[in-house]
C-alpha cells in the first residue's frame, strides 16, 4: 500500500519538482504551497504518514506549522527542509521534535532514504508490552503515553523509539554512537546534538522520581537505571 506524503513547500518550482519526484517513487504526495492550506486540510482529514515542510514560509513558517501539527497530532512525523545551512535553524528544528531535516537544494535520493527510514521506525518500533512501570510511572506503548503521579506526558515517535531502546540496555552503559547507528542512522554532530536533546525531553520526564537514572557519562554514552 503506497504511503501517504503531506509537502508543504511555497516555491513552485521546487515543490513541483519535489511532488513528481516523490509520486515516481511510489508515494501519494499532496502539496500544499501555502501553510495555510496545508492547516485547512488537517482540519478536515489526517490519512498522512509523514510530512515535509518547508522552514521559510510567508505569514506561517515552518516551526510555527509544526506546532500547531503536533497540538492535534502529537506522534505525527515530519522533517524540515531548509534553504538555510545554519546550526540554529537544525537545532531549532529538532527541538520541536522534528524526526529530521534535508537541506535544500537536496539530493532525491537521500530524502527518499530519510524518509523511507522514519517510516521504518514508526512501522517497527519495537513492543516490550502493554502497560510497563517505571518507578513512579505507568508508560503505555500503545498509546505511547507516560503517565505519573501528577501528569502525563505524550511522547513522539522518536521519544518512544529512544525510550524502548534504553529500556531494552537497563543497568547498563550504552555508547553514544550506539545509540546514534541503531535510530539515527547517523553519528555526525547534528545527529548527536539531536540526541541530545530527546535524552534531555527524557530526563525532564521523569524528573518526578530520582531513582530513574540516565546518566552522562563523559566521551563514553550513557549509564541507563531504571527501577522496573
Known amino acids: 500500500m503506497k504511503r501517504n506524503l503531506l509537502v508543504v513547500?511555497?516555491?513552485?518550482?521546487?515543490?513541483?519538482i519535489l511532488k513528481h519526484y516523490l509520486e515516481l517513487s511510489d508515494y501519494d504526495?499532496?502539496?500544499?504551497?501555502?501553510?495555510?492550506?496545508?492547516?485547512?486540510?488537517?482540519?478536515?482529514?489526517?490519512?498522512?504518514?509523514?510530512?515535509?515542510?518547508?522552514v521559510m514560509m510567508p505569514d506561517i513558517n515552518g516551526y510555527t506549522l509544526a506546532q500547531a501539527i503536533r497540538k492535534t497530532k502529537p506522534t505525527?512525523?515530519?522533517?524540515?527542509l531548509t534553504a538555510k545551512n545554519q546550526q540554529l535553524d537544525r537545532i531549532m528544528g529538532l527541538k520541536l521534535g522534528a524526526d529530521d531535516y534535508i537541506a535544500k537544494p537536496c539530493d532525491p535520493e537521500e530524502l527518499i532514504l530519510r524518509i523511507e527510514n522514519i517510516l521504518k521506525r514508526n512501522r517497527h518500533s519495537p513492543i516490550i508490552a502493554e502497560i510497563i512501570e517505571i518507578g513512579n510511572y505507568q508508560y503505555n506503548t500503545n498509546t505511547l503515553q507516560l503517565i505519573g503521579l501528577k501528569e502525563t506526558h505524550q511522547l513522539t515517535e522518536k521519544e518512544a523509539d529512544l525510550l524502548h531502546?534504553?529500556?531494552?540496555?537497563?543497568?547498563?552503559?550504552?555508547?553514544?554512537?550506539?545509540i546514534l547507528a541503531a535510530l539515527w542512522n547517523n553519528t555526525d554532530y547534528f545527529s548527536g546534538r539531536s540526541m541530545d536533546v530527546f535524552i534531555s525531553r527524557l530526563r525532564k520526564y521523569f524528573s518526578t522520581?530520582?531513582?530513574?537514572?540516565?546518566?552522562?557519562?563523559r566521551g563514553i554514552g550513557f549509564h541507563i537505571d531504571f527501577p522496573l
Not at 165 to 178: D, G, I, T
Not at 209 to 217: E, K
Request: glycine content about 2%; aromatic content about 12%; proline content about 3%.
Open 209 to 217: 522520581d530520582d531513582r530513574i537514572s540516565i546518566r552522562s557519562i
Open 9 to 16: 513547500e511555497d516555491d513552485h518550482d521546487f515543490g513541483s
Open 165 to 178: 531502546f534504553l529500556l531494552k540496555h537497563n543497568k547498563s552503559l550504552v555508547k553514544r554512537e550506539v
Open 76 to 80: 505525527f512525523p515530519f522533517l524540515f
Open 29 to 54: 504526495v499532496t502539496w500544499c504551497n501555502h501553510p495555510q492550506q496545508a492547516l485547512d486540510l488537517l482540519e478536515k482529514e489526517f490519512n498522512f504518514d509523514l510530512a515535509i515542510l518547508d
